[in-house]
């Protein structure tokens, strides 16, 4: 019979590290592709300029969680915790759903099909590393490699913080800068020399709620999906028993 564990004694004292390759070398790949994005936009574009896209932003974000998680899964480390990687989904997909659905989609209204389709050569690359390759690979790192469970309603509210001081941060930057500036607002819906301060309110709006309910559906899902990771050895909570 195995004695309960001493109050206090932390998991890795007991248990050796159990190291995840795979999962490192994933994270590691996706991290490699974010960083390869922003390098090559801020290569062929103005710094200042590629550093005002929220696209960039979340894809530095990208770079860090995922790089950061996956140094720790080749260390055996415990994982990030489940906001942080819950977020950065959160704010990746909005990066790709946006680019998609709305920037690239005639259909829209607010359209950058003319932008997109003069892009060409390592420009076509980084848009394709950091719409594509990315959202689709930190979402399958979430849905296969990340243990569920541990999201709640709550971050769903932290983690809107962030675009809305997005929102905040493109209004400010386009209100101290000329008229007529190149990219003075980096989206189409966020111009107020065309749609004024109310409708590009009523857009953010409309945005805001479409983030909130995706931030929600991902905490739903997190309760609902299955842990294709299997059953891992833990350690049972203090003065709860023995090892199970």
């Keep these: ?98 680019y998609h659905f709305v920037l690239a989609n005639d259909s829209s209204g607010f359209a950058m099909t003319d932008d997109i389709a003069a892009h060409s050569g390592w420009h076509s690359v980084s848009n394709q590393l950091l719409h594509t390759v990315t959202p689709i690979g930190v979402a399958l790192d979430w849905l296969l490699l990340v243990r569920p469970g541990g999201l709640r309603p709550r971050h769903a509210g932290l983690w809107l913080l962030y675009p809305l001081a997005y929102l905040g941060f493109a209004l400010a930057r386009g209100a101290i800068m000329s008229p007529g500036s190149t990219a003075r607002y980096p989206y189409p819906f966020l111009d107020v020399d065309v749609h004024g301060y109310g409708g590009v309110l009523g857009n953010a709006v409309v945005f805001g709620l479409a983030f909130a309910a995706l931030a929600l559906l991902l905490v739903g899902l997190d309760r609902i999906r299955p842990d294709v990771r299997g059953r891992e050895n833990r350690i049972s909570s203090p003065a709860s028993g023995p090892l199970k």
């Design 1 to 98: 019979m195995i004695a309960p564990i001493p109050s206090g004694v932390p998991a890795e004292a007991v248990l050796p590290p159990t190291r995840r390759p795979f999962a490192a070398a994933f994270r590691a790949l996706i991290a490699l592709a974010a960083v390869t994005g922003i390098v090559i936009d801020l290569v062929i574009g103005s710094p200042l300029r590629v550093l005002s896209y929220f696209t960039v932003q979340s894809n530095i974000v990208v770079a860090v969680v995922l790089g950061l998680s996956a140094w720790r899964a080749w260390q055996g480390r415990r994982p990030l915790p489940a906001w942080a990687t819950g977020g950065t989904l959160l704010f990746i997909a909005i990066t790709g759903l946006v």
